[in-house]
């Protein structure tokens, strides 16, 4: 069994999962897609879905807001957004904005959008999603902020509606019309179960739509879906039709559209009348803006046979701002049709290198670029609303876009410059001046071969000039004047002041080396200056110990001439004291000696 098509309901604002009647649809909360701010909403119009929140951008947000749904398979999908009105007297009831889808700009709305039961309450386009990520914005246009009720997201079958040369993944169909023209009001698939592989559609009303209520509506059951037809239209679409009467025998449909666009007409008939019994009774051919685009309709030949459904497509180029479908009887006296829809082609936008794009945030994250800038989804398209500070160029053999110049000074801008830089490697000019950069400049900046113009001045730049840059050999200007800079200026730019480039190096204390810069002592490499650096500590870790030693053993010394100095006075009194009862020995022994000698030998007893 094949898996069941992708469906994301997402209610914008709304803190919890939603279900709505008649059909218990869900509607998932609104987390982690984007940015603005959530409130509670007025539905415009009766076919808005009923939800009763919504998320709003305001200006101080940035001009360009997007939901980034990720996680979505491949696929055809068809995309459809609901506006709602900010529940809130002091806000603009009717704001208006632009839409766009994967990068194409698909919708603008126009004053009044919100007084209409019709299309104008919603846009929806078909598209395919190969990246596995949808990305839909909302862009100001200085008319009050951008407000969204909910955003449908329903994958289709990859071959529906193929209008032949030129369909595919370069284009969009964006939905300009859907009339049911046999039904009293309007509805969605959903509320008729239609097959989910074409979507929820929304298919307006003939009383709706403004067409006579003389002309007769008939209906019938069990409609047979001829080969013809996609089996994502409901069976319930071709139950009801519109038959032209005896006083009009001719059907008209007129509808105002956009100047200059292609549109892709689908019509859809099934034979139900039950005057009609066969082939050859009723034969009509349709014009379109007066042009006949087919002949001899006959609906039971070319579906097979009674209340089978038939469906026919062409494509038609509108220079003006009315569309006029007509169906003119050739045998028999009344024509009939079940519904009609309207496509406008809009040709997909390329899209900007992913590269690019990728360290276009980084960038925005490591300057902390204020909201006002948005930076929100691709840089370069659509066309109508580039990023702030940047410039754009259209690739042709890469049938891609790329960041050819940035312009970023005097904004305010803090934080570093990331290494990712060197990923905009098409870069021609970036002035980044009178900011608040801090850090080093990166080495990787002198990866960008086709860079001209280099600026940036009177920022907080430290360290040294990367011997990296002195190969920008296409470098013109390059202004680095009024930061902390220090070191020997790389000799290669240097040599790039006799080619007639500009360079400004002044405001920097700490450096040298070119004419109008102080001479430099001694260049080292950098290995160099830590060999020097690792040696004196080295040295002076040998002096601080060799003082060490000297200083202990000098106080041992002194520590032992203390002692002999305290114990001297009593060795000089023992010193006398022997030498007294050495000589008193002495004298005695002499004196002893004469006794003996004069008196006699000494008697024992």
Known sequence: MDAAPYALRISCGARNDVHTPPTNTLWYRDFGYSGGYFTNATRPSFITPPLHTLRYFPLSEGPENCYHIQRVP?????????????????????????????????????????????????????????????????????????????????????????????????????????????????KFDVDYSGNHWGGDRFWNSITTFGQSSDHPLTTKNNIKLSPNVPNYYPEALYQTALISTDNQPVLTYTM???????????????????????????????LINGDTEFQEIDIVKLSGGINSA????????????????????????????????????????????????????????????????????????????????????????????????????????????????????????????????????????????????LDLSYNFFNGSIPESLGGLTSVRILNLNGNSLSGKVPAALGGRLLHRASFNFTDNKGLCGIPGLPTCGPHLSAGAKIGIALGSCIGLLLIATCLTCWWKRRQNILRTQQIAARGAPYAKARTHYSRDVQLTRHNNGNENSRTASENGPILLS
């Not at 105002?256 to 082939?279: C, Q």
């Not at 009344?334 to 290198?353: C, D, P, Q, R």
Request: aromatic share 8%.
């Open 310 to 453: 038939l469906v026919l497509n062409t494509t038609v180029a509108v220079s003006g701002r009315t569309l006029t479908i007509t169906l003119n009887p050739v045998k028999g006296s009344h024509t009939i049709i079940s519904a009609i829809e309207i496509f406008e082609i809009v040709n997909a936008e390329a899209k900007t290198l992913i590269d690019e794009v990728n360290a276009l945030q980084k960038l925005k994250s490591a300057l902390g670029l204020p909201l006002r800038f948005g930076w929100n989804g691709d840089p370069c398209v659509p066309q109508q609303h580039p990023w702030s500070g940047v410039d754009c160029q259209f690739d042709s053999t890469k049938v891609k876009w790329f960041i050819d110049g940035l312009g970023l000074d005097n904004q305010g801008l803090r934080g570093f410059l990331p290494d990712d830089i060197s990923k905009l490697s098409h870069l021609e000019n970036m002035n980044l001046s009178e900011n608040s950069i801090q850090g080093h400049i990166p080495s990787s900046l002198g990866k960008i071969a086709t860079l001209e113009v």
């Open 256 to 286: 105002d559209v956009d100047p200059n666009r292609n549109y892709s007409i689908w019509l859809h008939f099934a034979e139900i009348d039950p005057s009609v019994t066969g082939e050859g009774q009723r034969v009509f051919d349709i």
């Open 74 to 186: 491949h696929g055809h999908y068809s995309i459809r957004i609901f506006f709602g009105l900010v529940k809130d007297p002091t806000f603009d009831n009717e704001p208006l904005f632009d839409v766009s889808i994967e990068g194409t700009l698909v919708y603008s709305l126009q004053s009044g959008w919100s007084n209409h039961d019709d299309e104008q309450a919603f846009v929806e386009s078909l598209v395919f999603l190969e990246d596995g990520t949808a990305s839909i914005c909302f862009h100001s246009t200085g008319h009050g902020d951008p407000a969204v009720l909910s955003i449908e997201i329903l994958q289709v079958g990859n071959n529906a509606y193929n209008y032949g040369p030129g369909w595919g993944r370069g284009t969009i169909l964006r939905t300009h019309k859907r009339l049911s023209c046999g039904a009293k009001n309007p």
